[in-house]
């Protein structure tokens, strides 16, 4: 069954100041559809009052990333878009995969070493002949 | 006083000098010597280091096949073959496995190798057998290709 990697958002942004009107509108509007929409996502709504830090949008996942997202001067259907944007990703850090496979057994017959196709002589050591 | 416009003693300075020569300081930072502190010199070497990541990925499919290559080499000779009779072989008994999977095999399914070696050979010995015997028609088990009709 799947489950959301995304734990939380966290809204902050200023109730007067200019840059956080599409955070504004975004509130009143769609934050109430989006958290309808996404159940198990649990979006906290924090209006500091006066001027303070930028407008963000803060993403927490389950693996413990948090990702942060300036929202200033943004209109609200850009702030809904980036909203299920986080909620579809996983808290996987975003840089280049090096290799599209990964296995914790790469070897199942055993990895070769240089004895391996050499004759047992070598390596069994039989039980120790008594000297007659 | 009512100001249309700014004066014209009023000029704009350059703000994020210092972010846009991060930009290209970054990628320099493992790099030996004064090039991975000034810009002047950064910029030449970011610059040529792209271009060299560019063009050697055209090298590295070559490289990596060389690689496989030796590896399988060792490895069949190890069972007593040579690689070009190994290669050749292996795709006559319709065994259609790259040298990647094949260098994989070898490192970390060392019994499977050798069964495929052991195939090899056999098909190797049941060619010669075809091309100089020619007495009795004996049956060639491996030499017999299977048709995949898709």
């Known amino acids: 069954r799947y489950v959301r990697q995304l734990q939380r958002l966290q809204l902050l942004f200023s109730p007067t100041a200019a840059d956080a009107r599409g955070a504004r509108q975004f509130v009143e509007e769609a934050a109430q559809d989006f958290a309808r929409q996404h159940p198990d996502v649990v979006l906290y709504v924090s209006p500091h009052s006066g001027p303070g830090p930028a407008p963000v949008l803060r993403a927490e996942y389950l693996n413990g990333t948090v990702r942060e997202e300036l929202i200033a001067s943004r209109t609200s259907e850009e702030i809904l878009q980036l909203a299920t944007k986080l909620a579809n990703q996983s808290g996987l850090d975003i840089i280049r995969i090096r290799k599209p496979f990964h296995t914790d057994n790469p070897s199942v017959q055993g990895q070769w070493h240089p004895l391996t196709n050499k004759p047992s002589i070598l390596t069994v050591q039989g039980p120790r002949l008594q000297p007659q | 006083m009512v100001v249309l416009s700014a004066a014209r003693w009023l000029r704009s300075r350059l703000t994020d000098r210092f972010w846009r020569v991060q930009e290209v300081l970054k990628y320099a930072r493992h790099f030996r010597g004064r090039k991975n502190r000034c810009y002047r010199l950064a910029v030449r070497s970011v610059r040529r280091a792209f271009v060299r990541s560019t063009k050697a990925r055209r090298e590295k499919k070559r490289f990596l096949r060389a690689l496989w290559i030796t590896r399988i080499e060792a490895a069949s000779l190890e069972h007593g073959l040579k ?66 009709h898709y």
Do not use: C, M, W
């Not at chain 2, 009779?85 to 006559?92: G, P, V």
């Not at chain 2, 015997?133 to 048709?147: A, L, M, N, Q, W």
């Open chain 2, 83 to 148: 690689y070009p009779a190994f290669i050749s072989n292996l795709s006559k008994s319709q065994v259609e496995l790259n040298r990647k999977v094949l260098a994989d095999l070898a490192i970390y399914e060392p019994k499977t190798f050798k069964s495929l070696a052991a195939l090899a050979q056999r098909r190797r010995q049941e060619g010669f057998l075809a091309a100089l015997g020619d007495g009795k028609e004996p049956e060639g088990i491996f030499s017999r290709i299977v048709h995949q």
